[in-house]
C-alpha cells in the first residue's frame, strides 16, 4: 500500500509549479497503477490553453471556481466545487480560474512520468518520445 | 469532453449506496477513459471491509477523517484531508470512519462498469466474470 500526503508531498519535488499553477503528484507511472493522480492548483484569475493529445485527463473540482471552453466549438462550463470534466477526445480546451484558486483532482491515462513539460501547442509528449529524448 | 457534477448525479441510478456509503460513479468504464472515477462517502462511524483482488484503487481524502488498516501486517494510517492511499497490491484493508464523513476521489483500474457488487471477500468480480454472469 502506497500513502502519502499532499501537505507534506507539496514541499517537495513531487511538486511541479509555475507563476500560474502547482501540481502536486500523488501517484506517477513507476507506481505502477496504470494511471497517474494529480492534486493542481491555479492560480485566480489565471488562464491556461490545453491540449494533451496523447492522454485521457479527468478533473474533478474540490473547491473554487472557474470556467473551462472547449475550443472546437466555443461551448463553456461553469466550473465549481463537485463538478468533473474529462477529455475523452483528447479536447482542446481553455480553463481560466475564476475569483479563488481552484483546486482539481486529475487522473491522467497514461499516466503521467513526471518527466513531461506543456510543450508549446499545449500538449504533453508521448511517454516513447520521452524515452527517445 | 464530459462534464458532469456530482450535486446533479448524486440524486441518480448513478449513486450507489447501503446504510453505510454512498459512491457517485462519475465515471464509468462505459466513459471509456480507462479509469474509473467515484466520490465516495462513508458515514461517521462506519466500518469497512475491502479487497479488490482484480482492480487498483487510489483513494484521496478530501474531508472527514478516519483510518486505514493493512490486514497483512496489521500498519495503521490516518486518514484525513490531503491523505491518499493506493492499493498497488491489492492490500486486503479495513477502513475506518471517524467522527465525521469521509469524503474520498476514487479511481479504479481497470474502470469499475457499475454492474460490481461486493462479494463476501470483500472484491469486486473482474468485468470478464460480469460478462459472463
Given at each position: 500500500m502506497?500513502?502519502?500526503?499532499?501537505?507534506?508531498l507539496?514541499?517537495?519535488?513531487?511538486?511541479?509549479?509555475?507563476?500560474?499553477?502547482?501540481?502536486?503528484?500523488?501517484?506517477?507511472?513507476?507506481?505502477?497503477?496504470?494511471?497517474?493522480?494529480?492534486?493542481?492548483?491555479?492560480?485566480a484569475?489565471?488562464?491556461?490553453?490545453?491540449?494533451?493529445?496523447?492522454?485521457?485527463?479527468?478533473?474533478y473540482?474540490?473547491?473554487?471556481?472557474?470556467?473551462i471552453?472547449?475550443?472546437?466549438?466555443?461551448?463553456?462550463?461553469?466550473?465549481?466545487?463537485?463538478?468533473?470534466?474529462?477529455?475523452?477526445?483528447?479536447d482542446?480546451?481553455?480553463?481560466?480560474?475564476g475569483?479563488?484558486?481552484?483546486?482539481?483532482?486529475?487522473?491522467?491515462?497514461?499516466?503521467?512520468?513526471?518527466?513531461?513539460?506543456?510543450r508549446?501547442?499545449?500538449s504533453?509528449?508521448?511517454?516513447?518520445?520521452?524515452?527517445?529524448?
Amino acid at each position: 500500500m502506497i500513502v502519502r500526503d499532499f501537505n507534506e508531498l507539496k514541499n517537495t519535488n513531487r511538486a511541479v509549479s509555475n507563476e500560474q499553477w502547482t501540481s502536486v503528484r500523488m501517484l506517477l507511472a513507476d507506481d505502477n497503477m496504470g494511471f497517474s493522480f494529480h492534486i493542481t492548483t491555479l492560480k485566480a484569475g489565471s488562464d491556461h490553453t490545453f491540449h494533451y493529445k496523447h492522454h485521457f485527463e479527468s478533473v474533478y473540482c474540490i473547491s473554487g471556481n472557474g470556467q473551462i471552453t472547449e475550443l472546437d466549438n466555443g461551448t463553456t462550463h461553469e466550473i465549481k466545487p463537485g463538478v468533473m470534466y474529462a477529455l475523452n477526445e483528447h479536447d482542446h480546451h481553455r480553463l481560466v480560474a475564476g475569483d479563488e484558486d481552484l483546486v482539481m483532482a486529475c487522473c491522467f491515462n497514461p499516466p503521467v512520468t513526471g518527466k513531461e513539460v506543456h510543450r508549446e501547442d499545449g500538449s504533453y509528449a508521448p511517454a516513447d518520445e520521452l524515452e527517445q529524448a
